[in-house]
Structures are given as C-alpha cells and as structure tokens.
C-alpha cells in the first residue's frame, strides 16, 4: 500500500501542516495546499486535478471520486486500497503538486 504521507514529503519544497486540526495531514507547497488526508493511517488523499481530467478520471476508477468537501471541477479524492494501477496514486499527486507549482510565482517555486 503507498505510502501517501512519503510520497507527497518527497517533492521538493513540499510541508506538512495541520491547519484542520491534528486529525487531518494537509501537504502545502510555496503555502498553497496540494494534498489533504488522514494524519494516521490514511485511507484516502483529497487532490488537486486539471478540470478537463477530473470526469476522465472519475468515470474510469471506482476509487476515485470527485473532491470530498472541495471544489468538484478541481479536485478528486482518491482511495487509497491498492486497486488501482501501480504507480497511478504517485502520479496523481505529483499531477497535484505540478498544478499549484506551475500557478506559484517564479520567486515561491521550489
């Protein structure tokens, strides 16, 4: 099962903060959020996504579902159960980081 907490802590400049509440992981980038989850034993991450990705994507994987609590064209939440693709749940959150990444100024960018 991946690691979701390690995946998100290994991209550059990424930081965990708990502005929800010590129950809830919410990994930001240059201050803007690009992941959030279950601070212990997560069963799911919440994601940013390209809009025209998110129906793709929430149409093809039973494990994903449009962002929980978050703005539906821009965000989906995936399940973390080891039934989708290898590797598919790592894209997804560098996908997510790339977004807020490349909407950062030149100078906040890692």
């Known amino acids: 099962m991946t690691d979701i907490h390690a995946v998100c802590l290994a991209l550059p400049g990424a ?3 708990f502005p929800f509440g010590e129950e809830t992981a919410v990994f930001k980038v240059g201050g803007k959020v690009f992941a959030i989850t279950a601070a ?6 919440t994601l940013k996504a390209e ?3 998110v129906t793709g994507l929430v ?7 449009r962002g929980y ?3 539906k064209k821009h965000w989906i939440t995936v399940q973390i159960d ?4 290898p590797g598919l749940v ?3 959150v560098e996908d997510s980081y790339d977004l807020v990444v490349d909407n950062l100024p030149a100078r906040d960018r890692p």
């Open 40 to 45: 212990e034993s997560p069963t799911h991450v």
């Open 82 to 85: 080891g039934t989708l693709p």
């Open 69 to 71: 609590h978050m703005n």
């Open 59 to 65: 149409e093809t994987y039973e494990s994903i579902t």
């Open 51 to 53: 809009p025209d990705e």
């Open 90 to 92: 790592e894209e997804l």
């Open 15 to 17: 930081a965990l903060t």
